[in-house]
Structures are given as structure tokens and as C-alpha cells.
T-cell receptor
Framework: DAGVTQSPTHLIKTRGQHVTLRCSPISGHKSVSWYQQVLGQGPQFIFQYYEKEERGRGNFPDRFSARQFPNYSSELNVNALLLGDSALYLC?????????????FGQGTRLTVV | GQQLNQSPQSMFIQEGEDVSMNCTSSSIFNTWLWYKQDPGEGPVLLIALYKAGELTSNGRLTAQFGITRKDSFLNISASIPSDVGIYFCAGPPSNTGKLIFGQGTTLQVKP
């Protein structure tokens, strides 16, 4: 079985542009979460989606948005990119939306904003 | 908000040595997860703990869920060079699906 897959693996964008990152969860998992990890820190929660509905949102500006599709894959969109948005963006897949559940991460998308 | 504090921040050890790192919180967690992250990769789940006092092993790794539910530790026995990486503890605040991560413990192993 394939694990969590993310695309693209690397991306370079210019300030002010927008970006779309994609994630496919583990087969059978219905929840996808997005995290931002800047260098030297642990991942920070951005969004959680379960059954195509937003179930949680972290402390990120409205420039960040996401959605989940009927096949449970997900997109993270960031508008009006800032230099500070440069980070590793991680997608995590879980079986359920909450409770004792283990989160499995993809390899991440390295976004560089110049 | 809730925070997880990991210590030590970094460790530099000799191959074959045992390693211990811990994670503490000011509030109670019902689940503790330990991850390892290699440079440029996503975190890989090592051990999941669900009950206070629980002790769980995964090969040379052993983790325990503290009785107070406010701490957890991870031990690595007989370290090898491939143990190099950043180890994160993480847990979900009650009734949420998000994870809060510690700041990580960087492990370097000298052959």
C-alpha cells in the first residue's frame, strides 16, 4: 500500500504569487491534516479535514486555505506569498478525525519564496 | 496555548551508547506519539502511547507514557549511525485531531 504522497516535492515561487500543494492520504484514511515546518522547529498545525469538512484550523492567516475532495485527497492553497511562507509543508493522514489515532506523514513539499 | 517541551535540545553520543530523551507538558495528554525526522523528509512514526504508565517497545526503542499524563520519555539502546536525526514528541489536545509537537531533540551518533 502506498503511504501519504505529496506533490510537488520542491517549489520555488516569487513573493505575491499563489501556490497549490497536493496530498493523497493512505488508502482507507478519511482525514487529512496540513502542517508547516520552518527550519529548526517542530511542525505547526494549519488545517484538518475529515469527510470533506474542515474540522480544525490553526493560527494561520486567511491567505491559507484548503479543501478535501470526495476521494479524500486534499489541496492546500496559499495566496499572496510572503518570504516567511518558505517552509516544509507536511500532509498527515489519519483514519479518524479525533481520538486515539496515529498520524502518518508524507515526505513534504519544500516551498521557497524568493 | 498548550506546549510540549523536549530535552535535551541536542545530543552527541558514541555509537553503542544508550540514549534517553523526554517530553513534558503543562497540561494532560491522552496520547503521546514519538516521531523521527531525517533531513528533508517527513516525520516517521516510531511509537504511539495511549495509556498512562504504558511502556511500549519497537526494536531498540522504548517509550513510556508518564503516570501524570504530562510527560513521556523515549529511550534508544545501543545506538547506531542510522539513529541520527531529529526526534519529536507530539500529542493531540483533548477531542481534537490536530497534533502539537515539541521542538525536537537532535541526535548525532559518532561511529
Amino acid at each position: 500500500d502506498a503511504g501519504v504522497t505529496q506533490s510537488p516535492t520542491h517549489l520555488i515561487k516569487t513573493r505575491g504569487q499563489h501556490v497549490t500543494l497536493r496530498c493523497s492520504p493512505i488508502s482507507g484514511h478519511k482525514s487529512v491534516s496540513w502542517y508547516q515546518q520552518v527550519l529548526g522547529q517542530g511542525p505547526q498545525f494549519i488545517f484538518q479535514y475529515y469527510e470533506k469538512e474542515e474540522r480544525g484550523r490553526g493560527n494561520f492567516p486567511d491567505r491559507f486555505s484548503a479543501r478535501q475532495f470526495p476521494n479524500y485527497s486534499s489541496e492546500l492553497n496559499v495566496n499572496a506569498l510572503l518570504l516567511g511562507d518558505s517552509a516544509l509543508y507536511l500532509c498527515a493522514s489519519t483514519l479518524r478525525s479525533a481520538g486515539n489515532t496515529e498520524a502518518f506523514f508524507g515526505q513534504g513539499t519544500r516551498l521557497t519564496v524568493v | 496555548g498548550q506546549q510540549l517541551n523536549q530535552s535535551p535540545q541536542s545530543m552527541f553520543i558514541q555509537e553503542g551508547e544508550d540514549v534517553s530523551m523526554n517530553c513534558t507538558s503543562s497540561s494532560i495528554f491522552n496520547t503521546w506519539l514519538w516521531y523521527k525526522q531525517d533531513p528533508g523528509e517527513g516525520p516517521v512514526l516510531l511509537i504511539a502511547l495511549y495509556k498512562a504508565g504504558e511502556l511500549t517497545s519497537n526494536g531498540r526503542l522504548t517509550a513510556q507514557f508518564g503516570i501524570t499524563r504530562k510527560d513521556s520519555f523515549l529511550n534508544i539502546s545501543a545506538s547506531i549511525p542510522s539513529d541520527v536525526g531529529i526526534y519529536f514528541c507530539a500529542g493531540p489536545p483533548s477531542n481534537t485531531g490536530k497534533l502539537i509537537f515539541g521542538q525536537g531533540t537532535t541526535l548525532q551518533v559518532k561511529p
